[in-house]
């Protein structure tokens, strides 16, 4: 997105004391999470970085796209796929696929924490790092009972800066070579209470709706329409 990030550092809030590190990442997760209800309007660079396999030191895709964020609405670009939600639909575009999935609204819950807060229970260790500004919290899963062996997140000043994960799932390189990716995802150029127009959140330039029909506009003529809208 390239935003400038104008908002200052903010004080760290004060958590009560915790015994283990099960319990540091739980508050801290909950921290999170409350950052992101507190702030529902806000704006943020999102890069996409794929790792061949866990040792990697390079990436071998980098994708920089952003994410906007207004209560109900959203929009966000990044990896050849866009989404835009307003109060009436949700509308994804796959450029890859030639694609456009038109959805009913959903809900979001915008609490990045909650999900990772339910993962802990399948964790084998946790180990957290809580200085000052900045929290790192490291998780290892058990064996094949989530996803992702390993999960490392990086949070600054309440707000997500990466999600760095280690998947579990392996894969065959061109090369024939079984291996397991890594991936980094990070979040930066943050800015709160942004005021967004109307038009960030608008799909009449994507397609437009007659009685029952969905038609695509000029730009996007040549792909294929899915409607999953439910009654």
């Given at each position: 997105?390239?935003?400038?990030?104008?908002?200052?550092?903010?004080?760290?809030?004060?958590?009560?004391?915790?015994?283990?590190?099960?319990?540091?990442?739980?508050?801290?997760?909950?921290?999170?999470?409350?950052?992101?209800?507190?702030?529902?309007?806000?704006?943020?660079?999102?890069?996409?970085?794929?790792?061949?396999?866990?040792?990697?030191?390079?990436?071998?895709?980098?994708?920089?796209?952003?994410?906007?964020?207004?209560?109900?609405?959203?929009?966000?670009?990044?990896?050849?796929?866009?989404?835009?939600?307003?109060?009436?639909?949700?509308?994804?575009?796959?450029?890859?696929?030639k694609l456009v999935m038109v959805h009913n609204t959903i809900p979001m819950a915008?609490?990045?924490?909650?999900?990772?807060?339910?993962?802990?229970?399948?964790?084998?260790?946790?180990?957290?790092?809580?200085?000052?500004?900045?929290?790192?919290?490291?998780?290892?899963?058990?064996?094949?009972?989530?996803?992702?062996?390993?999960?490392?997140?990086?949070?600054?000043?309440?707000?997500?800066?990466?999600?760095?994960?280690?998947?579990?799932?392996?894969?065959?390189?061109?090369?024939?070579?079984?291996?397991?990716?890594?991936?980094?995802?990070?979040?930066?150029?943050?800015?709160?209470?942004?005021?967004?127009?109307?038009?960030?959140?608008?799909i009449g330039q994507i397609v437009e709706f007659k009685n029952s029909a969905i038609?695509?506009?000029?730009?996007?003529?040549?792909?294929?329409?899915?409607?999953?809208?439910?009654?």
């Amino acid at each position: 997105m390239g935003y400038v990030n104008t908002v200052g550092p903010k004080s760290k809030t004060v958590l009560p004391a915790v015994t283990n590190d099960l319990e540091k990442a739980e508050r801290i997760l909950v921290d999170l999470n409350s950052y992101y209800v507190e702030h529902p309007n806000y704006a943020a660079t999102v890069t996409h970085a794929l790792y061949s396999n866990y040792n990697a030191q390079t990436a071998d895709e980098t994708y920089t796209g952003y994410y906007r964020h207004n209560k109900l609405k959203e929009h966000s670009v990044l990896m050849g796929i866009e989404t835009i939600q307003n109060e009436q639909l949700r509308v994804v575009i796959d450029t890859n696929s030639k694609l456009v999935m038109v959805h009913n609204t959903i809900p979001m819950a915008n609490n990045p924490g909650i999900e990772i807060i339910s993962a802990l229970k399948l964790c084998s260790s946790i180990r957290v790092n809580d200085k000052g500004t900045k929290s790192t919290i490291e998780l290892d899963f058990q064996d094949n009972q989530y996803p992702l062996s390993k999960m490392v997140i990086d949070i600054v000043d309440h707000r997500l800066a990466v999600l760095e994960m280690w998947h579990n799932e392996a894969i065959t390189n061109e090369n024939g070579e079984i291996i397991k990716p890594r991936t980094k995802v990070s979040y930066t150029d943050y800015q709160e209470n942004k005021k967004f127009t109307a038009k960030e959140f608008a799909i009449g330039q994507i397609v437009e709706f007659k009685n029952s029909a969905i038609t695509p506009k000029a730009e996007f003529s040549l792909y294929r329409i899915m409607d999953l809208r439910t009654k």
